[in-house]
């Protein structure tokens, strides 16, 4: 691997790091709960959750790492943290 | 809207750095230069040849941020072409209350137009969680261990707002993580002035302090609540607003979460330790006028 002058690297490319494999608990909407309050896409400190045309949210599980911490501030109860098996 | 700060970063889950960066992108958009010093935040987020920002982003040395930050602010004057871009520093505690102190100090007596943000987790974590200047009185670090002779550190966390309100900066502030929404209008405001500006905010950081990674908010509101951590703005050398505590809690409720804290509760005499912290909290209210 060759450096670039400067180490100069390319925006946003950590995106080739799919970090979801990190997770040991999966984050669940509970849809009829939800009520679009943003908070869980503001604090993702992985950018893992993703606004639906209808205004909805949806986790990307390709870089969610399971904090968890979407679903103890959620202030309705509507996300789970369920244990991931493979 | 589009994500200025990208996923895939190697940073812990939840990890208090990768927030604070997130928010600061959001509140400030694309028109911003961001200079990080050697740290977690740098380092988990520019693993070569790859990087998590979309917007120009340097990593300067620990010691010279301030340094790196006025010399692009004073390029893009010299070249006309400052405008609205805003100059950005997100640094750790180490970076700016220890070895950075000496050109952030240059950087806001000469008065560059910048804004500098530190991250403080209060330890250094990217390296093992040794103690900082920021680390507070009794905190258990690999080089401040508790043990059967030591509570931890046994020094005062250094006030470093203090210190650049000292420098004449126009605007200084404390914040935290969570408070998101608060953090983000203090930096809009931060953005808004001309000069060197300020902001140390609040970061629990699950590693180095020892809680579970769903905790980190958690855990920055009960810095608030127990009036551990004040929030206030001061502009010009004046306070101009403080979060007033209601309710407050015993420090108990916050130390108890932290393993940095555990043996406050399980070796003899913590109680009068944790009495002492109680103090700082106490003097806080006083000092902040919290209540």
């Not at chain 2, 408070?179 to 983000?184: A, I, Q, V």
């Not at chain 2, 555990?262 to 003899?268: R, S």
Request: net charge neutral.
């Amino acid at each position: 691997m060759s450096i670039t002058p400067g180490g100069i690297c390319k925006p946003g490319t950590t995106i080739s790091n799919k970090t979801g494999g990190w997770r040991n608990f999966r984050p669940i909407y509970d849809y009829d709960k939800c009520t679009k309050c943003k908070l869980c896409e503001l604090l993702c400190p992985d950018m893992s959750v993703l606004e639906r045309e209808d205004g909805y949210y949806d986790f990307d599980y390709d870089y969610c790492k399971g904090c968890g911490l979407c679903a103890n501030e959620c202030p309705v109860d509507a996300i789970e943290m369920i244990l991931e098996e493979k | 809207m589009k994500e200025l700060l990208s996923p895939g970063h190697t940073a812990c889950p939840a990890c208090c750095d990768t927030m604070i960066a997130k928010f600061t992108l959001r509140a400030l958009g694309e028109d911003c230069i961001i200079i990080s010093p050697t740290g977690c935040l740098e380092v988990t987020t520019s693993a070569f040849p790859t990087s998590s920002w979309n917007v120009p982003w340097i990593h300067s040395l620990f010691e010279n941020a301030g340094a790196v930050a006025s010399g692009i602010e004073a390029a893009l004057k010299a070249m006309n072409k400052k405008e609205d871009t805003k100059v950005v520093v997100l640094a750790g505690d180490g970076g700016t209350l220890d070895i950075g102190i000496r050109s952030i100090s240059g950087a806001f007596e000469r008065g560059h137009d910048i804004i500098y943000i530190c991250i403080d987790n209060e330890a250094y974590m990217n390296t093992g969680v040794q103690r900082s200047g920021a680390t507070p009185f009794n905190a258990t670090t690999t080089t401040s261990p508790s043990g059967k002779v030591s509570f931890g550190n046994p020094l005062p966390k250094k006030n470093m707002p203090a210190i650049m309100n000292a420098h004449g900066a126009p605007y200084v502030a404390t914040a935290t993580l969570a408070y998101p929404k608060d953090f983000m209008k203090k930096v809009k405001k931060a953005g808004s002035i001309e000069g060197p500006t300020y902001i140390h905010a609040h970061a629990p950081c699950t590693t180095g302090w020892g809680f579970d990674t769903s905790k980190t908010v958690e855990i920055g509101k009960l810095a608030v609540q127990t009036a551990l951590w004040p929030l206030y703005e001061i502009e010009n050398g004046t306070i101009t607003s403080v979060k007033k505590v209601k309710n407050k809690k015993p420090v108990e409720e916050y130390l108890r979460m932290q393993k940095r804290f555990k043996h406050l509760f399980t070796k003899e005499g913590g109680e009068e330790e944790i009495a002492k912290i109680q103090k700082i909290a106490d003097e806080n209210i006083d000092i902040f006028g919290l209540q």
